[in-house]
């Protein structure tokens, strides 16, 4: 289950911006497939303004070609690829309305994971971040931990589902009665 089926499943109308395919669901309001990170970030500026919650699980990259190539590049000896940034999104984002909230993910290979995560739901603007180490993709069950401005409470070995309605959970207490 995505955290997408989750909040359908919950009843809040979702439109899911993807690069993977997302399973038909009839409690999703609107799936938009993006390649690119610039994609990503055109569909979210354009759904953000009607949105009361972002939930941002990755960035599609943070760096791209500075010069994408367009054709086939042939193999002749060595090969530098030149770098540059993409932009961050959610530190970019302006929030439309007061009440509107942003819950964003911290991947982090440092044993100060905790640390990383704080300073960017700070630097981000966050209202929440789950914080996760590399060693967690594909894994049927996470470690991860929820940060909030007041809070930092550890999950161990939680399915997806589980980990689906604790981010529910928390959109809800952020979110206030509606």
Same mark, same amino acid.
């Given at each position: ?86 932009? +961050? ?5 302006? $929030? ?6 942003? !819950?964003?993910?911290? #991947?982090? %290979? =440092? ?39 007041? +809070? ?5 070995? $939680? ?6 309605? !604790?981010?529910?959970? #928390?959109? %809800? =207490? ?5």
């Amino acid at each position: 289950m995505t955290l997408s089926h989750a909040f359908a499943l919950s009843g809040a109308e979702v439109v899911a911006v993807s690069t993977v395919p997302i399973s038909a669901n009839p409690h999703i309001s609107k799936v938009i497939p993006v390649n690119t990170s610039s994609e990503l970030q055109s569909a979210i500026e354009t759904e953000w303004p009607s949105a009361d919650l972002l939930i941002m699980p990755a960035a599609v990259s943070d760096f791209r070609p500075a010069t994408p190539s367009y054709e086939k590049i042939k193999r002749q000896g060595q090969f530098t690829l030149e770098l540059i940034p993409t932009d +961050d999104i959610l530190q970019t984002l302006t $929030r439309h309305r007061p009440n509107q909230k942003m !819950i964003g993910f911290c #991947l982090s %290979d =440092s044993h100060e994971l905790t640390q990383v995560a704080t300073e960017k739901l700070y630097r981000k603007n966050l209202d929440a971040i789950v914080a996760n180490h590399p060693d967690q993709f594909g894994a049927d069950r996470r470690n991860f931990e929820v940060i909030t401005a007041t +809070d930092a409470t550890p999950y161990r070995d $939680r399915s997806l589902v589980e980990m689906a309605a !604790i981010l529910v959970t #928390l959109a %809800d =207490s952020l979110l206030g009665p509606h």
